[in-house]
């Protein structure tokens, strides 16, 4: 069954440092998500991404971060700066058509900023 | 604005025993959906089940149903014959209007299935 990966599962980086984090969508899906969960906390929304272009950002995704489809299968999301008050858990979802299909959702990458 | 809640930070059922994980919602769109997801300790999330705001029928999927009470914009998830596996965080989240298809999530539901 087809399958949304992620890598790295665990990303352990200095506070102002840069970091990408690498998704691989399902290979037939049209739009692309990112969502972050603070450990205890819910999930949320960060960006949504259709035809190589940002559809819609949270208030969360600020200059500080960015996305991209660089080739025909992965999608990334670059924090240019960390801070400490990034630490979650960064998911990557996609799906088929927008709101009314499901999303299939990554195993998540785990950041932790020191 | 679009907003889920889900009020019981946790729940305790017997295996083999029903459960229900409540989840209200308030939208003004006409047109949404409505979805359940599971975390289990591991961290993933788990898609059970989807719900049109057009669909005449409450939504099944195996041991999980949708208990869909548009007027009451409610959409409650039933767990029938609770396995010890089924222990894991619950999500409910709404899908926005529009083509941009964000999900917004409730709090979520601890669920601890009791042998």
């Known amino acids: 069954e087809p399958e949304v990966t992620q890598t790295p599962s665990h990303q352990v980086t200095q506070m102002g440092q840069e970091v990408i984090l690498r998704c691989v969508p399902i290979s037939n899906h049209l739009y692309f998500y990112w969502y972050r969960q603070i450990l205890g906390q819910k999930v949320e929304f960060l960006v949504s991404f259709y035809n190589n272009e940002i559809s819609e950002k949270s208030e969360i995704f600020d200059d500080q971060f960015s996305v991209e489809r660089p080739d025909g299968s992965n999608f990334t999301l670059k924090i240019r700066s960390t801070k400490l008050e990034d630490s979650a858990m960064y998911f990557c979802?996609?799906?088929?058509?927008?709101?009314?299909?499901?999303?299939?959702f990554g195993p998540g990458t785990r950041l932790t900023v020191l | 604005a679009q907003k889920i809640t889900q009020t019981q930070p946790g729940m305790f059922v017997q295996e083999k025993e029903a459960v229900t994980l409540d989840c209200t919602y308030d939208?003004?769109?006409?047109?949404?959906?409505l979805f359940w997801y599971k975390q289990p300790s591991s961290g993933e999330m788990i898609f059970l089940i989807y719900?049109?705001?057009?669909?005449?029928q409450n939504a099944t999927e195996g041991r999980y149903s949708l208990n869909f009470q548009k007027a009451r914009k409610s959409a409650n998830l039933v767990i029938s014959a609770s396995q010890l596996g089924d222990s894991a965080m619950y999500f409910c989240?709404?899908?926005?209007?529009?083509?941009?298809?964000?999900?917004?999530f409730g709090q979520g539901t601890t669920l601890q299935v009791k042998p």
């Open positions: 719900q049109g705001s057009y669909d005449q």
């Open positions: 989240a709404m899908g926005s209007s529009g083509n941009t298809g964000k999900l917004i």
């Open positions: 939208t003004s769109d006409p047109s949404y959906g």
């Open positions: 979802a996609s799906s088929e058509i927008g709101e009314r299909n499901e999303q299939f």
